[in-house]
């Protein structure tokens, strides 16, 4: 049935959408919603090329690093306190 698979579809646009305001939120510098919420999209596609969410975890953390300007050990953190939220 095409309705219940466009609200699976908006449904799951919503686990995106916490994803990005979760780093939004946490991040100690300002970090635009639009990018991180690309970057959440992005990552669900790495996530299926590495085993154990490693390749969503490593495009966040390159988001992170490259986009926002935390250090790589910043840029980890986030993303562990991310992953315990479980987005």
């Known amino acids: 049935n095409i309705w219940w698979s466009s609200l699976a579809a908006v449904v799951s646009i919503f686990t995106y959408v916490g994803a990005a305001l979760t780093i ?9 919603f639009w990018e991180s919420f690309k970057v959440q ?11 154990s969410g490693l390749g969503g975890a490593a495009t966040n953390v390159q988001f992170l690093r ?22």
Do not use: E, M, Q, W
């Open 41 to 51: 999209v992005a990552s669900s596609f790495t996530n299926k090329l590495l085993p």
């Open 66 to 87: 490259k986009t926002v300007g935390h250090t790589t050990l910043k840029a980890s953190s986030l993303k562990a306190i991310v992953r315990n939220f479980s987005f």
């Open 24 to 32: 939004v939120i946490i991040s100690d510098l300002p970090v635009n």
